[in-house]
């Protein structure tokens, strides 16, 4: 089998649209704008950006529901024009904030109803049905109708509907939407041990929260009008952010702070003056230098009331690569 | 400076009429996509002819002698009915979809407004979106299938006295449904059709009230809707036209229609003043049912 | 979670087929109301036909055709209705992008609807069959029942065919798919002859209306139900012949309506209303 579960070249994807006020032109939106990308088997792969970035349509592409513009995409080692059907038969997809399933079933009605559509024996369909209702924390709600549903339960329902069919590769838009901080909780915890109890496994995730990106993914790239611009661990795309890793450190107010930049190690250093209180602000070569400004200060006999590490955020190396918050950027998104 | 409007200072009579004019002109404008030339041809065109053209069919296939007054019954019943759907059974759905589609009818309910006066003003709104069809079909009976309805032969004043309280009858129905609709939510949007239904049968609407069991007879003449129709077929046609109420004269049939209205707006407003007391009880005002 | 073996191939269809079945089944039922409205209205609608038939003096074969009428009406609105307007909730629902994205492909989620609503209909027409003929005393005397029934089934089948094509249709139709099944309700009935003979209209137009399998369904059950006095259209065997042709007409347009489908939304990306 194919090592890469996900491969893309060039892809591009345009929607023509109509007329309208706000698009006079009725030129089309580009949506994917070249997207080249490998993605392992095995893989928990998250792709992050604001509204109307381009993740939806990557996952459509992908899961044969829109053909490309231009360029290539592989599934599984399938092309996704050519073999739809076959790469229909390893995948899976969930969308967050979706209604889909019929208000009359119950719980589990809808999900044995999807697991015929993937050829299930109805047995073995119900029992593991019931194991991933009681992973959920739906089991209790097993009988009730899907109508009777809260948005959370019925997100956690359709995230079990993605699991059913034991799918070779996950694609998750946005799972967590509209999820309260428990449920989000619960459905991410799940599913970094479902993709982690089997190495055939590979998850496609999409998603504006940065700690959630942060928390699950092993690589994440970042999309931005349709271009994936930055690709890396978090890790190593938060060590790639200007300005890196710095101290804040307060302190009983300073007469001056030229002799900080003296330290061996500090960098930079830079002072703000508050309630009486001096805050340093120290970029340091290595951590180690940290020591020499706190016994320079003793030496001062100046008091130390705090000191913090502070690490860039993904969301410091998308406002750094995109210029703009991630919430900002969220309010221009939305057609 | 700022106008002082005080709601509370007008005379309550200026208010309700107020609240009825808003009521109506929102009806309007959610109602008066019915122009759009394809939805006018559906709704005002191809339905009604529709309805026509099969009972002109049914009554070709028996073709009796002297049956031909029955054209007449056909064409005045089919192009009245539209005011019973619209009237009622859209005021109903007008409500329903305030609730759960549009989600405004809290925001109506706690405005210092008449609820009544604003139904009643949808209701309106929705009647005359039925004059196209009712139009359409009589102009078809008159010209097409030669029913015999002249100028010389329709009397104006007693037609349009007995249009008016019909119209009168039909919103007082409305509001009926409504209550029902307010405590009802699951159902609540096929009730007002089924209530539609069996008006369509007892009401006389195709066929006269005499063919129907005497139970079900008995049970007509107590409906205004009965009596409407049958003052508008003797007001349109001529003497030669089919009777529901053989036994009773033009004069008579209008005042039992008077006096069935009378009751049945009564009856509607203390209808509706017990399902909107019963319903805050209930905190159901503005339910929305989950399909 | 451990490892189940995927059905491939037709017993994956007649899976799937079933699981789609089961809620137009079981589910429909279990809305109490629906099932009463969903009798009760077409039979009150029936029983009003039934009685502008007696107001005109007509004889009972007449009551007998309303009835069956009546029946068909079932028929009729639940392929409106259900049929062709459920892609079009499946949609708005967002149950439509999944079914287009399965490995047993859309086929037996069809298959499955049309079955589902076919067997709840059959219930309801039979019980608007049974009410209304003990109603008005109608007795039936049908001479060539394996013949009446083949004609039932191959009607059937050209109808669900017609839903299925209508269900693409209504899909790219959008917000007006719901003005269009209101504007085939009256004209239909009249066209298709639902309670009175086809032939009355004439027979060229008659033969123009056939294209709606309802029309030759009827008239051709008419003749076996009152042989003799029923003014036919054409005889059975050749109603029979031509509705064989526009089942296999139907199911081939139906098949070439949802490729078109299926094509048009993964190019034009215009099946998602949400983004
Ligand atoms: N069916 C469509 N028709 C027209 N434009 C679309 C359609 N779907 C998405 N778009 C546009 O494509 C861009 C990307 O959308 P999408 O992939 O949904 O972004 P995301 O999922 O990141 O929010 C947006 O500008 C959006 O407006
Ligand atoms: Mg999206």
Known sequence: MNELAIETRDLVRTYRIRKSPTNPSGAPVVALDGVTLDIPRGEFFGLLGPNGAGKTTFIKVLVTLLLPTSGSAHVAGLDVVGQAQQVRERISMVSGGEHSGYGLLTVREQLWMFSQFYGLPTRPALARIDELLRIVGLYEERSRRVSALSTGMRQKMNMVRGLLPDPDILFLDEPTVGLDVEAARDVRAYIKEWIHANSRRTILLTTHYMHEAEELCDRVAIIHKGRIVACDTPAALRRRTAGGTYFVLTTEPLDGIAWVSGVPGVQRADARVTDGRTELRLQVADDGAIAGVVKALADRERRIFSLQKIEPSLEDVFVQIVGRRLEEADEGGRP | ?291 | MSEIARARGLRRVVRATLGRAYPRIIGANRERSWLFYDTVLPLLGTIAFVYVYKALGAPDRFVGYVIMGGATMAFWMNVMWNMAAQFYWDKQGGNLELYMVLPCGIVPILLGMSIGGFVGTLVRAAAIIVIGSVLFHVTYAITQLPLFLLIFAVGIIALYGLGVTFASVFLMWGREAWHMAELFMEPVFLASGFYFPVRALGFWVGMGTSIIPLTLALDAMRQLLFPGSHPALLPVRAELGALVGLAVMFMLVARWSLRKMEYLARREGRLSLRF
């Open chain 2, 1 to 291: 400076m700022p106008t002082q409007v005080s709601v509370r200072s007008q005379s309550s009579l200026s208010r309700w009429w107020r609240t009825l004019r808003v009521g109506y002109w929102l009806g309007w404008q959610i109602e008066s996509n019915w122009t759009d030339p394809l939805l006018f041809f559906i709704y005002s065109i191809a339905r009604p002819l529709g309805g026509v053209l099969i009972l002109v069919f049914m009554y070709h296939v028996v073709a009796r002698a002297g049956g031909a007054a029955m054209l007449g019954f056909f064409v005045v019943g089919t192009a009245c009915w539209p005011f019973v759907v619209r009237g009622m059974m859209g005021t109903a759905y007008s409500l329903i979809s305030d609730r759960e589609h549009w989600r405004t009818l809290r925001y109506v309910y706690i405005s210092p407004i008449s609820l009544r006066a604003y139904l009643v003003g949808r209701a309106l709104a929705q009647a005359t979106s039925a004059v196209a069809a009712a139009a359409v079909t009589l102009v078809f009976g008159r010209w097409v299938l030669g029913v015999p309805m002249h100028l010389a032969t329709i009397n104006a004043p007693y037609t349009a006295a007995a249009f008016v309280l019909g119209i009168g009858a039909v919103i007082a129905l409305g509001l009926i449904v409504v209550s029902a609709a307010v405590l009802i939510s699951g159902e609540a949007w096929r009730m007002p059709e089924g209530v539609g239904a069996a008006l369509y049968l007892v009401c006389g609407a195709i066929f006269p009230v005499t063919v129907l069991p005497p139970a079900l007879q008995a049970l007509s003449q107590a409906i205004p809707l009965t009596w409407w129709l049958e003052a508008m077929r003797r007001g349109l046609l001529g003497p030669a036209v089919v009777r529901s109420l053989p036994q009773f004269t033009d004069p008579t049939v209008l005042g039992f229609l008077a006096m069935l209205t009378a009751l049945w707006v009564a009856a509607a407003l203390v209808a509706f003043t017990f399902a909107e007391r019963r319903a805050r009880q209930l905190g159901i005002l503005d339910r929305e049912s989950m399909y």
